[in-house]
């Protein structure tokens, strides 16, 4: 079925670990955005991508890297994982455009637990 | 600095009655704003957007107004009905940037 899914749905860790997050998308858009929502802040930008191999640091990026080797996916990874990273974390798309006005695709996000 | 504000973190109506959701924004740059909703377990979804040369647009029972001089902009929906108890966001972005700048969301609750 064509859309954007992410893995896992669900994941508990611990501090200190690696984590890595999956989004996949089949649209073939050339933007793709991960996001953290948090209570009180709405959702936040962590590191957007313009294209393959184009990646861009978003509002709070501390902590996470991404990389983007195919247009389809777009993994996020937590090289160390700290509690304050607890969250539930939205991948996004959308197809080129002028600039960003164009509506975001949502997957149905990942609830991130970190011991 | 919250460049995107919308400072009723929840707001209940009666079924059938309007529900109106504000939203207030600092950065003149931005001119384009759209409104997503969100069910529990689910991303947010696309719902209504309006351009910085608007002041007005509609789409079935959702009506989204903006006030540039005022650097404010509701949602309106009319009637309500309770499948439209969700978080809405309203956001923000400027067209020579690739950021969309998210509000902190409203939890509508629709009574019936």
């Known amino acids: 079925d064509a859309g954007i899914t992410q893995s896992p749905r669900y994941k508990i860790t611990e501090t200190g670990r690696q984590v890595t997050l999956m989004c996949h998308q089949t649209?073939?858009?050339?933007?793709m955005f991960w996001y953290r929502q948090d209570l009180g802040h709405g959702l936040r930008l962590i590191y957007y991508s313009a294209a393959a191999d184009i990646t861009d640091k978003g509002e709070v990026p501390d902590g996470y890297v991404v990389s983007r080797s195919k247009t389809e996916n777009f993994p996020l990874t937590l090289e160390s994982a700290t509690r304050s990273q607890t969250s539930v974390y939205f991948c996004?798309?959308?197809?080129?455009?002028?600039?960003?006005?164009?509506?975001?695709?949502f997957g149905d996000g990942t609830r991130l637990s970190i011991l | 600095d919250q460049q995107v504000k919308q400072n009723s973190p929840s707001l209940s109506v009666q079924e059938g009655r309007i529900s109106i959701l504000n939203c207030d924004y600092t950065n003149s740059m931005f001119d384009y704003f759209l409104w997503y909703k969100k069910y529990p377990a689910e991303g947010p979804t696309f719902l209504i957007s309006?351009?910085?040369?608007?002041d007005k647009n509609e789409d079935g029972r959702f009506t989204v107004f903006l006030n540039k001089s005022a650097k404010h902009l509701s949602l309106h929906i009319v009637p309500s009905q309770p499948g439209d108890s969700a978080v809405y966001f309203c956001a923000a972005s400027d067209t020579g940037g690739f950021k969309t700048i998210f509000g902190a969301g409203t939890r509508l609750f629709v009574k019936a």
């Open positions: 996004a798309s959308h197809p080129t455009g002028t600039g960003n006005n164009q509506p975001q695709h």
């Open positions: 649209w073939s858009h050339s933007y």
């Open positions: 309006i351009s910085s040369i608007k």
